[in-house]
């Protein structure tokens, strides 16, 4: 079947009227799923599934296509407005974001976030479609030394995470790889770190901790604070969000950021399991790094929202390149979208895009409509949430812990994540009191187990010789990429002592 | 104070884990004799080596920067300890604490009335009337939001509790039903 014809398939079916409608929905539902915290895109797409068990398995899939894509850019939304992240992939939107919501412009910071979503979505989508087969095969060469070589680029953020402290940032880095060591071990089963404790037998849960550490602390924060209503210094007055987009001139500047994150998230989309965070956090390192203002990242600058919003809806269509072709998924997401084919009798795998390519075309249609729509459906949404903004604090403050406590609490049902959510909370107050980083923490602890398990494998499969692992002869990915890490790592560091050997001399 | 106080615990707790938790239960012998096996103990150790190392600087940071303030002593840290206690801050760790404790015995109705009741007045709100009334209102709305319309399985509580959460979820089941 020719690329006109798959496309026109495609489209044919989701502008099918009732489809186009479901869409939609998917897409509102999505943005306000995501928008919540504690509702990752992953339980997005969960919750999603309810729609779809009466949908034929090509409907499903283009439904929950929509939410995910959608959800992850609807994260972007509470991010900027209340530095809570929706996702935690837009952990790094919150950087750049909030800071610009003080300022009072909170309308300019969403549009960027929205459009750089959009275009990242996009970018993602057309590359799932017309690289779908060799991205596959080339993603299918890496072994475990680039896996690792690969996730470490992400915890290389950890250097320029706070310039002003960088040993505490580090030093909170680590603690998040602790963290992700404590249960049994991914490789062997062996019991680390749960002194004695049978609900650390599975491990940290990840999304108590990123609730607590990002929610729960901040309103223990405003708790203390005299002033009662969360409006970000009174910069969005009265819960009003002007829609007002980034003038032309704007968008221009940072279009390289755009178009590069939008390449790195879906390349890092389509790894199993590097999905949408890293992809945010390794894209906003990349830029910053570049950048020729690197002092005003996390201030509040438009290129630091787009380097994220970009990376991490990028990342969605790139995680679909290895479900729909070798029925791998990229990441939690897609795991949930292949059990909800499955369900449904699809035979997932190589054979699948071969047999049936209506799933390739409606998922690339699905992604193109929902990125086009959402940055509509998303405004929106944003100026809703954006009233929130204008109930007093002593509503809002309760009402933010109770859906923590429901994000924690609906992840496996279990009472001991919502004590590790308070416990995160308290944590969260410790960590700022300490200097340490509450980001590197959770950065740590989502890499962690993956950092881990891959170095395992690639230390067994080079019969123990770290030199054989990361030579650029056996593995040049692996050689490069850690080359590039340690410049990345190392050049904060060394930067400002010469700087002061130079000043001195 | 606090700040030193923390990095010098974090230092004796890694250590004291470094020797007695690292590994908590034996290697598989297949395992502990694969001398090309990456051992388990290896990964968490070298993470506490580097912890350690960085926290010592860190402290020695810590004591270079506030030598001789006069904030920075043991005692001045400990006059600010009450205060702690006394804060609203500590307040509202109580009744999140307290909350996650009681979940699951009185369902999340219950326990989301009493959380939005008690931290909308520790945040100052001064109609109590009014915020009992929303209280309620606001952990129905999200009961009926999470549980009976996004399947959220969230706590019912134990007795009358459980059965008025069912009630609640049969109504929201029965309204699901009529728009199909």
Redesign the interface.
């Given at each position: 079947m020719g690329t006109f014809e798959l496309l026109q398939m495609g489209f044919g079916y989701v502008f099918e009227p009732s489809m186009f409608i479901m869409v939609v929905i998917a897409i509102v539902l999505g943005t306000v799923f995501g928008a919540l915290p504690g509702v990752s895109a992953t339980m997005a797409v969960a919750?999603g599934l309810?729609f779809t068990y009466t949908m034929e398995p090509v409907p499903a899939i283009v439904f929950l296509t929509a939410i995910y894509c959608s959800s992850i850019t609807g994260g972007s939304i509470t991010a900027i407005l209340f530095k809570i992240p929706g996702v935690p992939s837009s952990a790094p939107t919150t950087f750049d974001g909030y800071p610009m919501a003080q300022r009072g412009e909170a309308g300019k910071a969403l549009g960027v976030a929205l459009l750089a979503s959009a275009i990242g979505g996009l970018v993602s989508a057309l590359a799932m479609f017309l690289l779908s087969g060799p991205l596959t095969a080339a993603a299918l060469q890496f072994g475990p030394a680039d896996l690792f070589a690969i996730t470490f680029m992400g915890l290389s953020i950890l250097t320029c995470l706070d310039g002003d402290h960088i040993?505490?940032t580090?030093?909170s880095g680590?603690?998040g790889?602790?963290l992700a060591?404590v249960g049994q071990?991914k490789?062997?089963a062996?019991?680390?770190?749960?002194?004695?404790s049978q609900q650390l037998l599975a491990g940290i849960e990840m999304i108590p901790v990123l609730i607590g550490l990002f929610a729960?602390t901040e309103?223990?924060?405003?708790?203390?604070s005299k002033k009662?209503r969360m409006t970000a210094e009174d910069g969005i007055t009265g819960g009003k969000v002007d829609t007002k987009m980034p003038s032309l001139k704007e968008l221009w500047q940072i279009k390289w950021t755009m178009v590069r994150c939008s390449v790195i998230g879906t390349l890092v989309g389509i790894l199993p399991g590097a999905g949408a965070t890293i992809a945010s956090f390794l894209c906003y390192t990349m830029e910053n790094k570049i950048s020729k203002y690197p002092e005003k990242w996390g201030t509040g600058i438009i290129d630091g929202i787009a380097a994220s919003e970009a990376s991490n809806n990028a990342a969605t269509g790139g995680a679909m390149v290895p479900l729909l072709a070798l029925g791998i998924p990229g990441g939690n997401a897609a795991a949930v979208m292949m059990s909800a084919l499955t369900l449904k009798g699809v035979q997932m795998g190589p054979l699948l895009l071969t047999n049936q390519p209506e799933y390739l075309s409606a998922t690339f249609a699905s992604m193109i409509v929902t990125n086009i729509l959402m940055v509509i459906v998303a405004i929106g949404i944003a100026k809703v949430f954006a009233q929130i903004l204008a109930i007093?604090?002593?509503?809002l403050?309760?009402?933010i812990?109770?859906?923590a406590?429901?994000g924690s609490?609906?992840n496996q049902?279990s009472?001991a994540d919502?004590?590790i959510?308070?416990l995160a909370?308290?944590l969260g107050?410790?960590v700022k009191?300490?200097?340490f980083n509450s980001a590197a923490i959770v950065l740590g602890l989502v890499l962690g187990s993956m950092c881990?398990s891959n170095?395992?494998r690639a230390?067994?499969m080079s019969?123990?010789n770290i030199g054989q692992m990361f030579s650029p002869v056996v593995n040049p990915i692996a050689f490069v990429v850690i080359i590039f890490c340690i410049i990345m790592l190392v050049t904060p560091i060394v930067m400002p002592l010469i700087k002061k050997a130079k000043k001195a001399k | 104070m606090f700040e030193l106080i923390i990095n010098i615990l974090l230092v004796v707790f890694l250590g004291v884990s470094y020797f007695t938790n690292v590994l908590e239960a034996p290697v598989p012998a297949k395992v502990a004799k694969n001398p090309y096996a990456f051992q388990p103990d290896v990964w968490p150790k070298v993470i506490i080596i580097l912890l350690e190392i960085c926290l010592i600087i860190n402290i020695i940071q810590i004591i270079k920067k506030n030598k001789g303030k006069e904030s920075f002593t043991l005692k001045a840290f400990v006059a600010t300890i009450p205060d702690f206690f006394k804060s609203k801050m500590f307040l509202g760790i109580v009744i999140l604490t307290a909350a996650s404790f009681v979940l699951e015995t009185l369902g999340f109705i219950v326990t989301a009335i009493l959380v939005l009741f008690f931290y909308g007045w520790l945040l100052g709100a001064k109609n109590l009337p009014t915020l009992a009334i929303a209280s309620v209102l606001i952990a129905l709305v999200l009961y009926i939001i999470f549980s009976g319309m996004l399947s959220v399985n969230l706590p019912r509580g134990v007795g009358f509790l459980r059965d008025f959460a069912l009630l609640l979820e049969s109504g929201v089941a029965a309204v699901k039903g009529i728009f199909g």
């Amino acid at each position: 079947m020719g690329t006109f014809e798959l496309l026109q398939m495609g489209f044919g079916y989701v502008f099918e009227p009732s489809m186009f409608i479901m869409v939609v929905i998917a897409i509102v539902l999505g943005t306000v799923f995501g928008a919540l915290p504690g509702v990752s895109a992953t339980m997005a797409v969960a919750l999603g599934l309810t729609f779809t068990y009466t949908m034929e398995p090509v409907p499903a899939i283009v439904f929950l296509t929509a939410i995910y894509c959608s959800s992850i850019t609807g994260g972007s939304i509470t991010a900027i407005l209340f530095k809570i992240p929706g996702v935690p992939s837009s952990a790094p939107t919150t950087f750049d974001g909030y800071p610009m919501a003080q300022r009072g412009e909170a309308g300019k910071a969403l549009g960027v976030a929205l459009l750089a979503s959009a275009i990242g979505g996009l970018v993602s989508a057309l590359a799932m479609f017309l690289l779908s087969g060799p991205l596959t095969a080339a993603a299918l060469q890496f072994g475990p030394a680039d896996l690792f070589a690969i996730t470490f680029m992400g915890l290389s953020i950890l250097t320029c995470l706070d310039g002003d402290h960088i040993l505490t940032t580090i030093i909170s880095g680590l603690i998040g790889l602790l963290l992700a060591c404590v249960g049994q071990d991914k490789m062997y089963a062996v019991q680390r770190l749960t002194y004695g404790s049978q609900q650390l037998l599975a491990g940290i849960e990840m999304i108590p901790v990123l609730i607590g550490l990002f929610a729960v602390t901040e309103v223990f924060k405003q708790t203390n604070s005299k002033k009662k209503r969360m409006t970000a210094e009174d910069g969005i007055t009265g819960g009003k969000v002007d829609t007002k987009m980034p003038s032309l001139k704007e968008l221009w500047q940072i279009k390289w950021t755009m178009v590069r994150c939008s390449v790195i998230g879906t390349l890092v989309g389509i790894l199993p399991g590097a999905g949408a965070t890293i992809a945010s956090f390794l894209c906003y390192t990349m830029e910053n790094k570049i950048s020729k203002y690197p002092e005003k990242w996390g201030t509040g600058i438009i290129d630091g929202i787009a380097a994220s919003e970009a990376s991490n809806n990028a990342a969605t269509g790139g995680a679909m390149v290895p479900l729909l072709a070798l029925g791998i998924p990229g990441g939690n997401a897609a795991a949930v979208m292949m059990s909800a084919l499955t369900l449904k009798g699809v035979q997932m795998g190589p054979l699948l895009l071969t047999n049936q390519p209506e799933y390739l075309s409606a998922t690339f249609a699905s992604m193109i409509v929902t990125n086009i729509l959402m940055v509509i459906v998303a405004i929106g949404i944003a100026k809703v949430f954006a009233q929130i903004l204008a109930i007093p604090y002593y509503y809002l403050g309760p009402i933010i812990v109770m859906l923590a406590l429901i994000g924690s609490y609906a992840n496996q049902m279990s009472i001991a994540d919502v004590q590790i959510m308070v416990l995160a909370g308290v944590l969260g107050i410790v960590v700022k009191a300490c200097h340490f980083n509450s980001a590197a923490i959770v950065l740590g602890l989502v890499l962690g187990s993956m950092c881990e398990s891959n170095f395992s494998r690639a230390y067994l499969m080079s019969r123990a010789n770290i030199g054989q692992m990361f030579s650029p002869v056996v593995n040049p990915i692996a050689f490069v990429v850690i080359i590039f890490c340690i410049i990345m790592l190392v050049t904060p560091i060394v930067m400002p002592l010469i700087k002061k050997a130079k000043k001195a001399k | 104070m606090f700040e030193l106080i923390i990095n010098i615990l974090l230092v004796v707790f890694l250590g004291v884990s470094y020797f007695t938790n690292v590994l908590e239960a034996p290697v598989p012998a297949k395992v502990a004799k694969n001398p090309y096996a990456f051992q388990p103990d290896v990964w968490p150790k070298v993470i506490i080596i580097l912890l350690e190392i960085c926290l010592i600087i860190n402290i020695i940071q810590i004591i270079k920067k506030n030598k001789g303030k006069e904030s920075f002593t043991l005692k001045a840290f400990v006059a600010t300890i009450p205060d702690f206690f006394k804060s609203k801050m500590f307040l509202g760790i109580v009744i999140l604490t307290a909350a996650s404790f009681v979940l699951e015995t009185l369902g999340f109705i219950v326990t989301a009335i009493l959380v939005l009741f008690f931290y909308g007045w520790l945040l100052g709100a001064k109609n109590l009337p009014t915020l009992a009334i929303a209280s309620v209102l606001i952990a129905l709305v999200l009961y009926i939001i999470f549980s009976g319309m996004l399947s959220v399985n969230l706590p019912r509580g134990v007795g009358f509790l459980r059965d008025f959460a069912l009630l609640l979820e049969s109504g929201v089941a029965a309204v699901k039903g009529i728009f199909g």
